[in-house]
T-cell receptor, first 107, second 112 residues
């Protein structure tokens, strides 16, 4: 299977700050999704983004498929943004998850 | 539409026992995938079922098995439980024309 690497592994922000999370994948993928896992374990869809740029409120994501990376931008962070962010790449009906970025937003 | 549901939410078993977990997908979704999440190994793909057939399988021993019913509900079974099977088990569903996976809340299994 492919390798999916996320950086940074941990991130501490002050409320109101902006951040960029990165996801690199080692081979061509059919799609790329970003998820937020809340403290109770629920994985929440953020973006389905095999290529291009999407925005949803304070969050946006960009995938450059030809260069095999995706970025998740969080602007004006809030304490409720805390949790773990995962990217997942799909290759032939199998999803491969990165190890996640653990975000802690302090008030 | 109701989301993906998983039962039970929490489970405690002892080594050597077996366990069955259940997942009900979003109405209309025919694909169900299962994942194991542990602090050491992260999120790992177990298997995917589509229209009652296993379509893909991850690298897990034969003690891990699953099935899907005609109403798309899925179960996974783990036999001869080991301490290392303690994990959060997540299932996800997706519809045929849609590439996005929607996850349930998970079943947290503890093996003592």
């Amino acid at each position: 299977g492919i390798q999916v690497e996320q950086s940074p592994p941990d991130l501490i922000l002050q409320e109101g700050a902006n951040s960029t999370l990165r996801c690199n994948f080692s081979d061509s993928v059919n799609n790329l999704q970003w998820f937020h896992q809340n403290p109770w374990g629920q994985l929440i869809n953020l973006f389905y983004i095999p290529s291009g740029t999407k925005q949803n409120g304070r969050l946006s994501a960009t995938t450059v498929a030809t260069e095999r990376y995706s970025l998740l931008y969080i602007s004006s962070s809030q304490t409720t943004d805390s949790g773990v962010y995962f990217c997942a790449a799909r290759v032939f009906n199998k999803f491969y998850f990165g190890s996640g970025t653990k975000l802690n937003v302090k008030p | 539409k109701a989301g993906v549901t998983q039962t039970p939410r929490y489970l405690i078993k002892t080594r050597g026992q077996q366990v069955t977990l259940s997942c009900s997908p979003i109405s209309g979704h025919r694909s169900v995938s299962w994942y194991q999440q542990t602090p050491g190994q992260g999120l790992q793909f177990l298997f995917e079922y589509f229209s009652e057939t296993q379509r893909n399988k991850g690298n897990f021993p034969g003690r891990f098995s699953g099935r899907q019913f005609s109403n798309s509900r899925s179960e996974m079974n783990v036999s001869t439980l080991e301490l290392g099977d303690s994990a959060l088990y997540l299932c996800a569903s997706s519809s045929p024309g849609e590439d996005t996976q929607y996850f349930g809340p998970g079943t947290r299994l503890t093996v003592l």
